[in-house]
């Protein structure tokens, strides 16, 4: 299976500063099939970015998702109070569908 | 508006089954592929199962396959997770989630299952 791994487990950051999320498979992820998710506390998780780089239906422009092969970046360009959460990336380009660990994203 | 709502979560015994539900509603149920996705307390997100949107293919994660079983009524709009031989790691939330362009485009509120003496 592909292990994703998330860095850094945990990024410290000012409202207004950008945030820098990155998300590095074990192999290729086919037809670069990787999203990312938000999941606040007590809520269920929400998708960002799918495709790599594509925004869901009504995600800011804030946000944004780049990358391929087996390197990817989701970054919020200036942070807003209601953006720190916890952030998962997820591919699906191989079977079985796995996640990363998580970033998670704190007021400094 | 779409509506995924998960029931049948509590607490059970190690050792014994449960079955999960997931009423759908706001699109057309048997159109998608479905998943289950649960996540430990205070724990990451981990993948469970998928089921075509016809039934005519399931895949399990290693670590539930041949004590879950995922299946659906299309006809009820009704996913379903039959758990057997339940041990404390399956202790979670567990979401019924719709795929889409190979990412879950749309989530339940989830229901608990915990597993304990």
């Known amino acids: 299976e592909i292990v994703l791994t998330q860095s850094p487990g945990t990024l410290s950051l000012s409202a207004g500063e950008r945030a820098t999320l990155s998300c590095r498979a074990s192999?290729?992820?086919?037809?670069?099939?990787l999203a990312w998710y938000q999941q606040k506390p007590g809520q269920t998780p929400r998708l960002l970015i799918y495709?790599?780089?594509t925004r869901a239906a009504g995600i800011p422009d804030r946000f944004s998702g780049s990358g391929s092969g087996t390197d990817f970046t989701l970054t919020i360009s200036r942070l807003e109070p209601e953006d720190f959460a916890v952030y998962y990336c997820?591919?699906?380009?191989?079977?079985?569908?796995?996640f990363g660990q998580g970033t998670k994203l704190e007021i400094k | 508006q779409l509506h995924l709502v998960e029931s049948g979560g509590g607490v059970v015994q190690p050792g014994r089954s449960l079955r999960l539900s997931c009423a759908a509603s706001?699109?057309?149920?048997?159109?998608?592929?479905m998943h289950w996705v649960r996540q430990a307390p205070g724990k990451g997100l981990e993948w469970v199962a998928l089921i075509w949107y016809d039934g005519s293919e399931k895949h399990y994660a290693d670590s539930v396959k041949g004590r879950f079983t995922i299946s659906r009524d299309n006809s009820k709009n009704i996913l379903y997770l039959e758990m057997n031989s339940l041990g404390a790691e399956d202790t979670a939330v567990y979401y019924c989630a719709r795929e889409l362009n190979r990412c879950f485009d749309s989530w339940g509120q989830g229901t608990l299952v915990t597993v304990s003496s």
């Open positions: 192999q290729s992820v086919t037809d670069n099939y």
């Open positions: 706001g699109f057309t149920f048997s159109t998608y592929g």
């Open positions: 495709g790599a780089s």
């Open positions: 997820q591919q699906y380009g191989f079977s079985p569908v796995t």
